[in-house]
C-alpha cells in the first residue's frame, strides 16, 4: 500500500520542511530533553509515505519527519548524515507498516515545553486502531478549553508515526489536520483500521 501524499496542513504556521537527502510491545520509553546534549545526527528511510528523515540524539529519537513536513526543522538543525544507532528504529518501522506491529519501543527524547510533553505523553496512550478528539484529549488535561492549545501541540508533535499524532481527530470524526498531510494521516488510520476513516471518508 503506497500513499499520495495530497495536500498537506495548512495550519496557523507555513513554514515546510521538504526532507534532505543526506506484535504488540511493551511500549516506549520517552523522555523530555532539553536539547543541551551533543550528538545531533540523522538518517533517512524509505516508507509507504515516502522518505522519512530520523533525528537522534544520545542514542534517543528527537524526531521523524515527512518530505514537505510542515513546522519541521531546518536542515542544519539535523546534524550529518550517520546511520549509526537507527537500527532497532528501521526494523521496528518496518514491522509497523508491514502491520506487524502495533507500539513501539524505542528510547525518544522529543524536545518541547512541558505543556507539549503532557499532550505528546497523552498521544501515546491512543490504542492502536482507535482515534480521540482534541476536546476529549483537553478534558483529560483537566481543561476543555484547552483543546485549540491540544491542537497546536498536536500540530507540533516531532516523531511521526511513533508518537500517533495521527490518532486525532476533530470532534466529528473528520481528520482536520497533518503535518505530513491528510493524505498520509488516512494512509495510517486505514493501516490501522480506525473506524473513523470509514465515516469520514466521503468529506474527502
Known sequence: ??????????????????????????????????????????????????????????????????????????????????????DEARRQLAEYFAGERQRFDLPLAPRGEPFRQRVWALLRQIPYGETRSYGLLARELGDPALAQAVGSANGRNPLSVIVPCHRVVGADGSLTGYAGGLARKRFLLELEGAASVTRTARLF
Open 1 to 86: 500500500m503506497t500513499a499520495d501524499t495530497g495536500t498537506t496542513d495548512t495550519g496557523p504556521e507555513t513554514d515546510t520542511y521538504t526532507g534532505t537527502d543526506t506484535r504488540t510491545d511493551t511500549g516506549t520509553n520517552i523522555t523530555a530533553d532539553d536539547g543541551a546534549s551533543g550528538g545531533v545526527h540523522h538518517t533517512v528511510v524509505d516508507s509507504p509515505l515516502g522518505a522519512l528523515t530520523l533525528v537522534a540524539d544520545g542514542g534517543a529519537l528527537t524526531g521523524v519527519y515527512f518530505e514537505d513536513h510542515l513546522r519541521g526543522p531546518s536542515p542544519g538543525a539535523l546534524g550529518p548524515r550517520d546511520e549509526t544507532g537507527f
